[in-house]
C-alpha cells in the first residue's frame, strides 16, 4: 500500500499573527490622533443615521452588540453629530390652572425664554406685593371708602333715629339690650318699671301692647334693611377694590404681556392672573400672620402666580439634546408629582411636578440601556404608551398599585417628539422581541454592531489609535509601539481569529488600564510589550484557581489522562470551560467499546441525561458515517458504546465528535492510538473535519499538561485545518512548538487524522471495492463483516432451537 504524503505540523508563524504597525508613525500613544467612534462599523452607523433622519412614527432605533461592546459611546457620537443640525427643542413650563387646580396648564415657549417668564412673574408679584398695599393705604382710597361707609351708615341712622321719634310720639322707649333690642312703655322720659305697668288700668295696657306690636313691626323693617345696607356697603367697597386694583395691576400686567405677545398662551395665562388677582386682593393687602403664608398652601400663597419651569434651553448649547437614561424608573422617564407634608396631611400643586427623561430629551433623542429599562417594573409599559400616544404623562407608580391615599394632580400631557434609542445585547433584544410584538411596532431600525473587524493595516491603525484614546481619556501612562502591537495581537485573541480583532472596547480598555499600572509599578512613564504582557498573566492568573485545580487533579493520577503509549479506543479528547469571562481547555479521556449487536451506537452521555442535544446529534452523524463507508453489502450489526471517563458535569456540543470517531474506529480495527495526541473537531457523515470553538484554548491546556509532566517532543494537538486560520497561541507554546517539542496538525478529513494517531495508513477502495489490504479501514470493514456474519449465525442457531 503507497504511503500517502506525511502531515506536516504547522510553522511558528501559522500559530501566532504579529500585529503589522509598520505604517504607524509614531514613537507613543501621544502622538496618535484620538478616535471617538468605530469607523469599521457601517452596517450599525448606516441603520442609526438612517433611524435619526426617519421622522415618521415608530422609526426608533435598536442597537444590539456583544456584552462588553460598549457600543453606546460609538450610539452617542452619531447621535450627537446628528442633533446638532437640529433646531433647539421648546421650552415647556407648567402654571396653574385657576379654575381647576388639579390640572396644571403646559405652556410651550420659544427655546431659552422659559426662565424669562419666570423672571417676569416673579417681578410682577414683587410689584404687586408692594404696590396694591400702597394703593390702598393711599388717602383718595380711604376717602372714598370712608364716603362709602358714611353713606351706609348715615342711612341706618336716619331709619333708626325715625323709628325712635316715632316710639317716643307713642310713649314707647326703644332700649338696647344684651339679648337685642326690647320696647318698653315710657313715662316722663324713663321707662316705667314692670311692676308700675302692672298696676296701670287694663284699658292703659292694652294701648301700650299695640302700640308696641305696631313698632316692633317697623323695627323688625327697620333691621332687615340693615343687611341690605350692609350687602351692599361691601358689594360697593368690592367695586371700589377692583377699580383701584385694576388701576395698579394693568400696565404692570401689559407690560409683562410685551415680550410674550407672539406665545398666545402665556398672553392668555396673565390675563387669568389678573382676573384671579382681583377676585384675591386680600392676598396682597390684608397681613398675614407670622407663619400663615406657610402653611396655608405648599411654597406659599403666591406659588399661583409663579411658573414651573420644566425644561428650558441652556444657554450655549447648539442642536437638540442627547439624554442618556441611567436609571430609568417609571419617574425617571415620564416624571413625578412631588408631595409634602403640611400639618399632617400630604399636598401638592403644579410647582411641584418634576421632569422625566423624556422631558428633557423631547424634540431630541434619549439613550436607554434594555437591561436597566427591563428590571424596572412599570417602565416599558409606560414608555410604549408614551411612543404610542406621541404624548408625556406624567404617570404615579403608586395609583397603578392602588396605593394612593392623599389628593394628586393631572398635569396637561406634553406633546411627543423624541427619537428612542434602546441599546443591549443581541439574546436580551431576541427575547423581547419574541416576546412582545409591540417591539417592532415601537422600533423598526436595528442597528446591530458587529463584535470584530477584518484585520489590516487600517483597522489595525484603527485600535492603535482607540488605545490611545483609552489611555488619554482614562489619564493612563501612554503605550509604546511594542506595547501597542501587543494589545493588537491580544484583540485578534479575544476575536478567537488571527484574521479579526476583536471590538470590544470593555476588555482592550481592561488591559491597557492594567498594563499602564503594571508600568507605574516597575517605575516605567510609558508601557511597553513587557508590561501589557505581565497584565495579560496577570488576568489570567487572577481567573485561574479552577483550571489550576483542573490540571492538579490529572497531575495526580486523580483524572486519567495519559500523554505518553498507546492504547485501544481510547484517546483524548479537549473541552472547553468558561466561568466568568475565564475560559480554559482541558483534555477529557474518551474511550469506546464494540460487540455485534443491531447496529446501535450508545451515547453514555446521552443515556444518563449529562449529553445534550448538539453532542447527541454529533454521536448520532458517527452512525451515518459508520453505515455510509463500511460493509454496505449487510446490515450494520455493531453494538458500541462511547463515554467521557470521568465526566461529572454536562457535556454538549459536537466538537468532540472527531474524536468519538476515532476511539470508535481504533476498538472496531483493534488499532492502538497514541496517547501523546489529543483531538478535536467535529466531523460530517462524509469524514470531513469541521471547525470548532475555542481551539486555542484547547490546544493550550493540552499543552499545560504535556509541559508539567514533560515534553517529550512527540507531543501534540490535532485541529481541524478550517481552525488553522483562528490560531493565536500564547509565547510558550509557539516557542515550543518551534523548538520542535510540541506540534499542532491541522486534519482536513477522518483518514488524514488517523494516520496520525495509528501510524497507519487509513487506506482507499481499490478496484475490487474492497479496502486496501492492512489499512485501518480495510480492519474496521473487517471486523463489522464479522460481527454482521456472527448475529446472522446467531439468529439461525435461535430459528433452529425454537
Excluded at 724 to 739: G, I
Aim: hydrophobic share 45%; proline share 5%; with cysteine.
Amino acid at each position: 500500500m503507497p504511503a500517502s504524503a506525511p502531515i506536516s505540523p504547522l510553522p511558528p508563524d501559522r500559530l501566532y499573527r504579529q500585529a503589522d504597525i509598520a505604517a504607524l508613525h509614531f514613537e507613543t500613544t501621544r502622538e496618535l490622533a484620538p478616535l471617538d467612534e468605530f469607523a469599521d462599523q457601517p452596517r450599525a452607523h448606516e441603520a442609526i443615521r438612517f433611524g435619526t433622519d426617519m421622522a415618521v412614527r415608530g422609526f426608533n432605533i435598536f442597537a444590539i452588540g456583544a456584552i462588553g461592546a460598549h457600543i453606546q459611546g460609538s450610539v452617542r457620537a452619531l447621535l450627537e453629530d446628528a442633533a446638532s443640525s437640529r433646531p433647539k427643542p421648546s421650552d415647556w413650563v407648567y402654571v396653574n390652572n385657576f379654575a381647576t387646580p388639579h390640572r396644571p396648564v403646559a405652556i410651550a415657549l420659544p427655546p431659552g425664554r422659559a426662565p424669562a417668564l419666570d423672571k417676569a412673574l416673579d417681578g410682577l408679584i414683587d410689584d404687586l406685593k408692594a404696590a396694591l398695599p400702597a394703593a390702598f393705604e393711599s388717602e383718595d382710597y380711604q376717602k372714598r371708602r370712608g364716603a362709602i361707609e358714611q353713606e351706609i351708615r348715615g342711612r341706618n341712622e336716619r331709619g333708626f333715629t325715625a323709628l325712635r321719634d316715632k316710639a317716643t310720639a307713642k310713649g314707647i322707649a326703644i332700649l338696647r339690650t344684651p339679648m337685642g333690642f326690647a320696647m318698653a312703655p315710657m313715662k316722663d322720659g324713663q321707662a316705667v318699671p314692670p311692676a308700675e305697668f302692672n298696676a296701670w288700668p287694663a284699658e292703659r295696657q292694652q294701648e301700650v301692647q299695640t302700640a308696641i306690636e305696631e313698632l316692633e313691626k317697623d323695627l323688625e323693617e327697620t333691621l332687615r334693611r340693615l343687611p341690605r345696607a350692609e350687602r351692599e356697603q361691601r358689594d360697593a367697597v368690592r367695586a371700589l377694590d377692583r377699580e383701584t386694583a385694576r388701576l395698579v395691576i394693568a400696565q404692570p400686567i401689559e407690560d409683562c404681556k410685551s415680550p410674550f405677545a407672539d406665545v398666545p398662551k402665556v398672553v392668555q395665562h396673565l390675563d387669568s392672573i389678573q382676573a384671579d388677582i382681583l377676585e384675591n386682593i386680600a392676598l396682597f393687602v390684608a397681613p398675614q400672620a407670622p407663619g400663615e403664608e406657610s402653611t396655608a398652601r405648599p411654597g406659599g400663597l403666591f406659588d399661583r402666580y409663579q411658573v414651573n419651569v420644566l425644561v428650558t434651553t441652556v444657554d450655549g448649547e447648539a442642536g437638540a439634546p442627547v439624554i442618556e437614561e441611567v436609571h430609568p424608573t417609571l419617574s425617571n422617564l415620564v416624571g413625578r408629582i412631588e408631595h409634602l407634608a403640611v400639618q399632617g396631611a400630604l399636598v401638592t400643586n403644579f410647582r411641584l411636578i418634576k421632569p422625566g427623561s423624556l422631558h428633557r430629551a423631547n424634540g431630541g433623542a434619549l439613550m436607554i440601556d434594555l437591561r436597566n429599562l427591563l428590571a424596572e417594573p412599570l417602565s416599558w409599559a409606560a414608555l410604549k404608551r408614551a411612543l404610542l400616544r406621541r404624548e408625556i404623562v406624567v404617570e404615579d407608580a403608586a395609583r397603578f398599585m392602588g396605593m394612593t391615599a392623599t389628593v394628586t394632580l393631572e398635569p396637561d400631557p406634553i406633546p411627543l417628539d423624541v427619537k428612542v434609542v434602546l441599546f443591549g445585547d443581541r439574546t436580551l433584544y431576541y427575547m423581547l422581541v419574541a416576546a412582545d410584538p409591540d417591539t417592532a411596532q415601537h422600533f423598526k431600525v436595528l442597528a446591530d454592531f458587529d463584535d470584530d473587524v477584518d484585520r489590516s493595516p487600517a483597522s489595525e491603525m484603527m485600535i492603535a489609535r482607540l488605545i490611545g484614546s483609552i489611555a488619554a481619556n482614562a489619564g493612563l501612562k501612554p503605550l509604546d509601539r511594542g506595547g501597542v502591537a501587543r494589545v493588537i495581537a491580544h484583540a485578534a485573541r479575544l476575536a478567537d481569529d488571527a484574521g479579526k480583532l476583536t471590538l470590544l472596547v470593555e476588555s482592550i480598555h481592561d488591559l491597557v488600564a492594567e498594563a499602564s499600572h503594571c508600568a507605574g509599578q516597575s517605575g516605567r512613564e510609558v508601557v511597553t510589550h513587557d508590561c501589557v504582557e505581565e497584565a495579560i498573566a496577570q488576568q489570567r492568573r487572577r481567573a485561574a484557581r479552577v483550571e489550576e485545580r483542573a490540571r492538579e487533579m490529572i497531575l495526580r493520577d486523580i483524572a486519567l489522562i495519559a500523554t505518553t503509549g498507546s492504547s485501544v479506543g481510547q484517546v483524548n479528547g479537549l473541552s472547553v470551560m468558561a466561568l466568568a469571562g475565564h475560559a480554559f481547555g482541558r483534555p477529557t479521556r474518551i474511550t469506546a467499546r464494540v460487540r455485534p449487536g443491531s447496529g446501535r451506537i450508545v451515547d453514555i452521555e446521552r443515556e444518563v441525561e449529562l449529553g445534550g442535544p448538539l453532542h447527541s446529534k454529533g454521536v448520532l452523524i458517527l452512525s451515518g458515517f459508520l453505515a455510509g463507508r463500511y460493509a454496505l453489502g449487510v446490515p450494520m450489526s455493531l453494538y458500541a458504546s462511547l463515554v467521557f471517563e470521568q465526566s461529572y458535569g454536562g457535556v454538549d456540543g459536537d466538537s468532540a465528535s472527531s474524536a468519538e470517531l476515532y476511539a470508535l474506529l481504533s476498538a472496531l480495527a483493534e488499532v492502538p492510538l497514541r496517547q501523546d495526541l489529543a483531538v478535536t473537531g467535529s466531523v460530517d457523515q462524509h469524514g470531513m473535519v469541521q471547525a470548532i470553538g475555542g481551539v486555542n484554548e484547547k490546544i493550550e491546556g493540552f499543552f499545560d499538561v504535556c509541559a508539567a509532566r514533560g515534553l517529550t517532543g512527540t507531543q501534540g494537538v490535532l485541529i481541524p485545518h478550517s481552525n488553522a486560520q483562528h490560531l493565536m497561541l500564547r509565547a510558550d507554546v509557539v516557542a515550543a512548538c518551534a523548538a520542535g517539542r510540541f506540534a499542532v496538525y491541522p486534519v482536513r478529513t477522518i483518514d488524514e487524522g488517523i494516520r496520525l494517531l495509528t501510524g497507519r495508513e487509513a487506506g482507499e477502495r481499490d478496484g475490487g471495492r474492497r479496502y486496501t489490504e492492512y489499512g485501518v479501514n480495510r480492519l474496521v470493514e473487517d471486523r463489522l463483516a464479522a460481527f454482521a456474519k456472527a448475529r446472522q449465525a446467531f439468529g439461525r442457531d435461535v430459528t433452529d432451537g425454537t
